[in-house]
């Protein structure tokens, strides 16, 4: 007959084996209902826009329309539940050195012409932002999105990726919709499993940035972009998207509008970067005549705030030289940041002028409405 | 009163003859025991107890409680006798086994009715017990009986994985209880000879420098301590490879033998064939051949004693690289410019007549010799010298280098190695033996030089280039691209290396070592064995690491295929700038490529100053003397220098340890022990002569065409990125930050351990060991991206302390000289040094648990054989691996890339790789007496759990060096378990009196086993972050950084290496 361990046989083993060994560790997803801890709006060629949890709203103050600080970047208009973008408007220019300052600051001020704030051209003013019509400096614009924008849910755990993937391999809209009111949107969504929310992956500064990998996400695209002065409203499909289990819809604690989000577009408009006149010599002195004129193989930039299609837009930009044709080419590496160079160079000693005509169009057929022109000049051979 | 005459001339006599007794610690055991009287079981003081052993005699008293103790009894086998005062009877117990560091037990009885018989001899008629009662270390111990009639390699190196809880690990050294195989001490006659750059032992792993190995034929006794040692041991964090010489007797004894494994016993071994490259290939034996000698004796006899012996061992091997084409798919019967797959989906592949043969040879000569001097009775003086040149010809395999893709002329390294050891030690005995001095001094020397056999590859730049394809590299036989199509029949995957041999390391290092030791014996409440004592190393390497290139354009070239390039050299700063200047971009990197800051080579002298002091007690109270109570501390303080003599770190390890072993019989045949100890690393000198003194490269990268160079595969290395116009620079700084306050790498650890002697030789044993780990020393990048080396997950607080104390210094030097340039880039250095301290601080705590439960059965030699039986169930857990990395190949002692970046830290925690949990062993021979010699069979056989596999991605798009693990660590399985038996038959027969010839065959792997021992578990090249908590079916919904995909290395999960086939060696020896 067996003798039966003792009970302190039966503990010591226990605490030998188990207590303290080398247990495998438990790497399995945690149970119960995935958690939606991030919602964003990716602008392409912009920072990622994280929207706060616990819906802030706006506070608009008389001639401030997003009354905030420097910490808040978004924030939820409470008349139409529509975010935008709090973008601080630029601190009064001081005035550019005499030229009996030291040092050769001076050409700052006068080469700053044409378009030269186009950085806020994606801000309430429409078209060609002439900086008359932003708000007064020390305030806040509550700016739309560009129509490049797209929406990123990101979980802090594992989904089941079963329904959100197509069953032929190809694109899908499983998991979200994206609607503009009546309008309707081409759209795609795509899950993504990697990433984690807790670690600096690749989002830190040490390698890449990459965006998703700050944990398993859901990215709502449209295709190939957002109808321009919409309102866009993306929103997860709570039965598709599941836990690891199948079953168990997801939550958003009650911080992100149950995974909705509506925010608006931008108007269609362009802005003309003209080339920039090389600096002056080192030993130019204080007091000399800034340069005025470009180099004959110098590029311009023209910035629309929705995608285009630089082959298209050929037919609607005009490049001339005292009213004579200029051959040229239109490049982009993003379809928002097209380039115009010389086919060959630049005509010497002439002022060019680049006009984007009002029918040009962004890739959702949005017309621009009002034609865009720039000037610059050139030097000689 | 004739018969106290006896005794006491008895005694007198063997104090005239004691030879050697008086060993140093590290190469000698112990015996003690008790003498009663048979009938009233009280104690008998005044007996004369005599051991006869291979070096003469020796001789004690018992004490009044019939106690004797020998210590520092040379190993082998010995005879004790027993001569009772007033009587003249001898009680003899022979056979007894003396082991390193062992404490065996041999009580006499003797029977009081015989104390008036006439003179007469009882020979104890059991056999002596071997159970160390002394200490609870676990391990093993390999005797000159064991290598010779078991079927094991060459060295010692070889035989210590035979030992429980061992086996040899991706290091090509030996893992010992969970540690990896750079973590291990190794000692030859008490110096230690353990390797300093990366803390191994040269084992014929490629590339790469090692201490002193040695053939097997020239050991008496080889150790292996696995845990449970005592303070006077240190510096690892495996075991402690304790091994001892020969030596010279007082009779000339030596053998002459030799071996020759042909190609002709060797199977055929399996082609390893990376799908996805068209390359393949395969390791084939030429021959292995040695002849040696060993032979010693008296010079005069019980005074003086040499012993010498010299091996030179001759291997060939040659490696056949094949090619494998790729065959074209077909659409409608007409070629489509696909590969065509199988229905597993990998392409298929058709062997091509296109081959190139690597020869290989190495040639070792291996030396050795001591000299034992008896000046006078208890004072020894012990000579040795002795080491390994070595001259080899191979295929490189340094980061990973896939030999078989690789041009044949690039890949081969012309390695020169020489190690030399010296040793003196000098052992005395005072006061009636109650007080033990042990001195000793050593060197340990190693020479590594590394270059291409080629002198013409030793001139031109190594090029690394992407996308290439054996066709327009090599034309190929039938490597054709199809015109038609585009079809490419034979890619190179992921890279080809051409041009030069590439990196040139050449070093010379040494170290000094010096040792004080005192020993006393007294009592006080019980008997007390009090030791105490001091050791020193002082490492030094003087290093040299060029790039291969024309003079003044030496360099590392990368051509990816994409139109660009990039090349990394060495420079060096003037002292007069910072690295800050230039990664603050105060300073274009780009000038770094070229004078006055390139160097040709990069020149680092580092040292390291270790010195420990240890304590320790070993303690048998008077009413428990079958207790053993061990205590000690060790405190080890380590400092390493970098090339311009400055400190980089110091590190102040306190290592207590604590045992207890009982004799629950006080017969000397079971114990049961527990022991707890905490054990520190000794840091190799790599990670000071890298990161300290030899990483100053910088990558200048730009376009083909600002080099005027159209085609990558025109660029011949002969310094042709001297003309170009690099778009940008990025470089690495040597210098890194060391964290103050350092705490030493340690894990402790825990060993309970229960054995009996079971039968008359066999014993029985149970161990069960768990270690985990403290804290460890590592390198990793901060938010800066400037790189420090830390205690990650374990930063102190007086460490943050010190560095803002240097960050307020920097600070103040820089606002009180506003325009100095290298002041305010040493302000934000050292800003940048804490962000990056912090940051390690702040990562995931390292962890290696390991648990193991050992059961094994010893028989020792007796009924004509011997077996040696152990099965060890074990588990290794964690997040860290160790001074060796697997997935990546990186012999890196506290430099792996573990901690490089925050983004490798996810998922790393599951199944090491060291993780084998079932590990079962097998040893023994049969002697069988046929006429007049003896035929004999030898056995070793393994089993043994397969390793770890994991889904690894990359951190940089191709980069197989920092590695993303996709799911956690072992969620792809593991590798086949691996099973070998090896066994050996030989014949013996006497030729004269004194000498016989014995030949043998060994036969390895006998059943041609060729499981896969490591696999392909890169899954993808691109660059992915994890996916937490994951598993393969998340796999399909991963994308890497810029949103696409993850494309699955159709290598994925294929062999990269198996167990090398069947192999036999013939073998003569004659004894004399």
Known sequence: MKRPLRRFEVIYLAAVLGGGGACTPNNSVKPGAPVLIQVSIVQAGSPVTNIPPGEPACTAMAGDPCHTDAATTMCQQAATSVWCQCVANPAPMAPGPSCTDAGAAGATGTTDAGGADAGAAGGMGGAADNGDASPPDGTWSCNPFSTSSSVMFVFDRLLDGEPLVAADGGTTTAGATMTAGATPIVYTTDYASNGSPGELIFGSPYILNDVRSVGPNIFVMPAPALPAASVVTTALVPSMVLAKDGKTEFTDNGQFGGGMVTFATAPFSASITPPSPPPLPADAGACAAPNTTVALDATATITFTSLVDPTALMSAVTVTAGGTAVPFTLTSMDNLNVTVAPMDMWPANSTITITVAAAATDMNGEMLGTPVTQDFMTGAN | ?1072
């Open chain 2, 1 to 1072: 009163m004739k018969r106290l005459v006896l005794a006491t001339t008895a005694l007198g006599l063997a104090l005239l003859l004691m030879g050697g007794v008086a060993l140093a610690q590290e190469t000698t055991g112990k015996v003690t025991g008790r003498v009663t009287d048979a009938d009233s079981g009280a104690p008998m003081g005044g007996v004369t107890v005599i051991v006869q052993g291979p070096q003469g005699e020796d001789a004690t008293l018992t004490n009044d409680k019939g106690e004797y103790n020998f210590t520092t009894l040379p190993i082998g086998t010995y005879t004790i006798r027993f001569y009772a005062a007033n009587t003249a009877v001898q009680v003899e117990q022979q056979g007894v086994a003396v082991s390193v560091q062992r404490t065996v037990r041999v009580n006499a009885k003797i029977a009081g009715t015989a104390q008036a018989a006439a003179q007469q001899t009882y020979v104890i008629t059991g056999k002596a017990p071997t159970v160390d009662i002394g200490s609870a270390r676990v391990g093993a111990i390999f005797d000159d009986a064991f290598t010779t009639n078991v079927p094991v390699g060459h060295t010692f190196g070889d035989v210590i994985e035979r030992a429980p809880t061992a086996f040899i690990d991706g290091s090509g050294n030996v893992s010992i209880a969970g540690a990896t195989g750079l973590e291990n001490q190794y000692q030859i006659n008490g110096m230690n000879v353990t390797g300093l750059r990366y803390g191994n032992v040269e084992m014929g792993l490629a590339s790469h420098a090692g201490g002193t190995n040695l053939p097997v034929e020239f050991m008496n006794q080889i150790e292996v301590s696995s845990g449970g040692y005592q303070a006077e041991y240190g510096g690892a964090m495996g075991g402690v490879i304790n091994t001892v010489l020969k030596s010279g007797t007082n009779e000339w004894h030596g053998t002459a033998f030799g071996y020759w494994s042909p190609y002709w016993l060797s199977g055929n071994p399996n082609v390893v064939l990376p799908i996805g490259s068209s390359l393949g290939g395969v390791r084939k034996p030429d021959y292995d051949d040695s002849i040696g000698v060993e032979v010693g004796g008296p010079l005069i006899k019980d005074k003086l004693f040499l012993w010498v012996g010299f091996a030179p061992r001759f291997t060939d091997t040659h490696v056949l690289r094949e090619t494998y084409a790729l065959q074209e798919g077909t659409t409608n019967g007409m070629p489509n410019g696909m590969p065509q797959l199988d229905a597993s989906g990998n392409p298929i592949v058709q062997r091509q007549d296109w081959t190139a043969r690597i020869q290989e040879s190495h040639r070792t000569y291996y030396y050795a010799a001591s000299l034992d001097w008896v000046p006078l009775p208890d004072n020894r003086l012990t000579l040795a010298i002795l080491g390994s040149p070595s001259f080899n010809t191979e295929l490189k395999n340094q980061f990973q280098v896939d030999p078989y893709s690789a041009d044949p002329r690039t890949a081969v390294e012309e390695l020169t190695k020489s190690n030399m050891d010296v040793t003196a030690h000098w052992v005395s005995k005072l006061y009636d033996r109650k007080w033990q001095i042990d001195a000793m001094a050593g060197m340990h020397y190693e020479y590594f030089y590394d270059r291409s056999p080629y002198a013409d590859l030793n001139n031109l730049n190594q090029l690394s280039i992407g996308g290439a394809n054996l066709w327009d590299l090599e034309h190929a036989t039938g490597c054709q691209p199809d015109a038609a199509t585009g079809f490419v029949p034979c890619p190179v995957a992921p890279y080809y290396f051409a041009g030069g041999v590439g990196e040139i390391d050449k070093s010379d290092a040494f170290r000094w070592s010096a040792e004080l030791k005192s020993t006393n014996t007294f009592q006080g409440g019980g008997r007390h064995e009090l030791k105490y004592g001091w050791h020193l190393d002082l490492g030094t390497m003087n290093f040299s690491r060029a790039e291969t290139g024309p003079p003044g354009a030496h360099a590392f070239i990368f051509l990816p295929g994409d139109g660009s390039y990039s090349s990394q050299t060495f420079f060096e700063l003037p002292p007069s700038q910072s690295p800050v200047q230039y990664t603050s971009n105060a300073l274009p990197q780009t000038d770094l490529v070229n004078s006055p800051y390139y160097v040709d080579a990069l020149q680092a002298y580092v040292k390291s100053v270790s010195n420990a002091f240890f304590l320790q007690d070993s303690f048998s109270p008077d009413k428990l003397r079958n207790l053993t109570v061990n205590a000690g501390v060790r405190l080890e303080l380590q400092k390493m220098y970098g090339s311009d003599g400055s400190g980089i770190f110091s590190t102040t390890n306190w290592a207590p340890r604590l045992s207890a072993v009982y004799d629950p019989f006080d017969d000397g045949r079971s114990k049961i022990s527990v022991s707890y100890g905490r054990y520190y690393e000794s840091v190799p000198l790599d990670v000071a002569a890298r990161y300290f003194a030899g990483e100053n490269y910088v990558t200048a990268a730009g376009s083909l065409s600002s080099c005027g160079v159209t085609n990558a595969y025109n660029w011949t290395g002969a310094g042709e990125f001297k003309q170009c116009t690099p778009a940008g620079a990025g470089a690495t700084f040597n210098g890194e930050y060391a964290q103050p306050n350092l705490t030493g790498q340690y894990h402790n650890e825990i060993v309970a351990t229960a054995e009996r002697q079971i039968a008359e030789d066999m014993t029985i044993r149970l161990d069960y060991q768990h270690r985990w780990l403290g804290a460890i020393i590592e390198d990793g990048a901060g938010p800066q991206g400037n790189n420090v080396l830390a205690n990650p997950g374990n930063v102190s607080q007086s460490a943050i302390d010190a560095i803002n104390h240097q960050v307020a210094q920097a600070q103040a030097i820089a606002t009180a000289n506003p325009t100095d340039p290298v002041a305010q880039a040493n302000y934000q250095n050292a800003q940048a040094n804490l962000s990056a301290v912090q940051a390690l601080g702040q990562a995931p705590k390292p962890e290696r648990t390991y648990d193991a439960l050992t059961l094994s059965l010893n028989k020792r030699f007796s009924k004509q054989w011997f077996a040696r039986a152990s099965y060890t169930y074990s588990r290794l857990i964690g997040n860290y691996e160790g001074l060796y990395q697997n997935e990546t190949n990186y012999i890196a002692p506290n430099g792996t890339n573990a901690y490089d970046f925050p983004e490798l830290y996810v998922n790393q925690n599951g199944p090491l790789p060291n993780d084998r949990p079932s590990l079962f062993k097998v040893d023994g021979y049969f002697k069988q007496p046929v006429a007049h010699g003896h035929f004999l069979f030898g056995l070793s056989f393994t089993a043994q759990s397969g390793q770890p596999r994991n889904y690894i991605g990359n951190l940089v798009p191709g980069s197989p060096y920092q590695l993303v693990f996709l799911l956690p660590r072992g969620e792809a399985g593991r590798t086949p378990a691996i099973t070998e038996l090896d066994a050996k038959f030989g014949y013996s027969q006497p030729i004269g009196p004194k000498m016989k010839l014995e030949a043998y065959i060994d036969l390895f792997n006998i059943l041609n086993q060729q499981t896969a021992i490591a696999t392909d578990d890169n899954y993808t090249y691109q660059a992915a972050p994890p996916i937490v908590n994951g598993t393969a079916q998340d796999l399909k919904y991963a994308k890497d950084f810029s949103g696409q995909s993850l494309t699955q290395n159709p290598n994925f999960g294929h062999p990269l290496a198996y167990q090398t086939p069947f192999n036999a060696r013939l073998g003569l020896r004659l004894t004399f």
